[in-house]
């Protein structure tokens, strides 16, 4: 049986460097789709889901912050950030599709 290593703080990815997003390169669909989507639209998530992918995709102007980094300031959960990104993010495609 092989044992996973978790690191500081139970996170099972080495640190490294930091992660770092050029907003001028190209850009995943969801960090595009989230900048063009209008405001009132974020008013619909729970507000972990709007605190977790404001803070994740640098959306309120500051640098985005990986889910390690949300994981040690929030003091949550890895499972609970994850849903609250992945519930976020679905709720938003769903009205952006609609």
Known sequence: MSSMYFGEGGWPYADGEPELVDLGANVDDDTFSLRATPAHLFDTLE??????????YGLSGASPRSMKE??????????VLRDALAGGLAKLRLHLSA
Not at 47 to 56: D, S
Not at 70 to 79: C, M, N, P, Y
Request: no cysteine.
């Open 47 to 56: 507000p972990l889901e709007r605190q977790v992918i404001t803070a994740h």
């Open 70 to 79: 949300l994981h040690t300031d929030l003091g949550l959960s890895r499972a």
